[in-house]
């Protein structure tokens, strides 16, 4: 069964610009959430999306948004770039219907923003 | 709220030597608590989690942790470090009853094993 996949592993964009990640979830599963990693803030929860609604959300600006697709795939988007938007950025898939099952993470996609 | 106080950002232990990570959490309802691991450029890994039914949970590799709810607890444990098990460990918590997905995790330990 294939795992998370997340796509590009490696982005290196300016300030002001946006970027949009994507996540393919595994297959069943329609839960996906999206985490920020970074060396001072630890891991930090996004959003979370459910059947391609948008069930729970962190505290973050309006920057960041995200989205879910009929197959479960998701997207994330970050306006407006500042440096310390960069960070590891990891998506996670659960069959999301019970609060016990486990999160299954993707690779991440490290942003950096010069 | 739920939170997860990981004691210890850094821990070494020597090859063979037992492995114990610290991990309290506090929570307002029964809480579901995982341990990930996180090798260096890789996403997170589960190594085990606690859903309720049993206190003391066998995971991967040889790990396994303890639900103490006396003590608000759950350490992970090895009885024998092997060198690949140097990488970062975090614990987390999710709230057992609601169907949302948030896990609140801790800020992390770094495992460095010493040959």
């Known amino acids: 069964k294939a795992g998370v996949t997340q796509t590009p592993r490696y982005l290196i964009k300016t300030r002001g610009q946006q970027v949009t990640l994507s996540c393919s979830p595994i297959?069943?599963?329609?839960?996906v959430s999206w985490y920020q990693q970074t060396p001072g803030q630890g891991l930090q929860f996004l959003f979370e999306?459910?059947?391609?609604?948008?069930?729970n959300k962190g505290n973050f600006p309006g920057r960041f948004s995200g989205r879910q697709f009929s197959n479960s795939r998701s997207e994330m988007n970050v306006s407006t770039l500042e440096l310390g938007d960069s960070a590891l950025y990891l998506c996670?898939?659960?069959?999301?219907?019970?609060?016990?099952?486990?999160?299954?993470f993707g690779q991440g996609t490290r942003l950096t923003v010069v | 709220a739920q939170s997860v106080t990981q004691l210890g950002s850094h821990v070494s232990v020597s090859e063979g030597a037992l492995v114990l990570l610290r991990c309290n959490y506090s929570s307002s309802v029964p809480p579901y608590l995982f341990w990930y691991v996180q090798y260096p450029n890789q996403g997170l890994q589960l190594l085990l989690k606690y859903t309720s039914a049993a206190t003391l949970v066998k995971g991967i590799n040889g790990f396994e942790a303890e639900f103490k709810k006396s003590e608000t607890s759950f350490h992970l444990t090895k009885p024998s470090a092997h060198m690949s098990d140097a990488a970062e460990y975090f614990c987390a918590v999710r709230r057992s009853n609601f169907g949302n997905e948030k896990l609140t995790f801790g800020t992390g330990t770094r495992l460095t094993i010493i040959p």
């Open positions: 996670a898939s659960s069959v999301g219907n019970r609060g016990g099952t486990e999160a299954f």
């Open positions: 999306y459910f059947s391609e609604t948008q069930r």
């Open positions: 297959s069943g599963h329609r839960s």
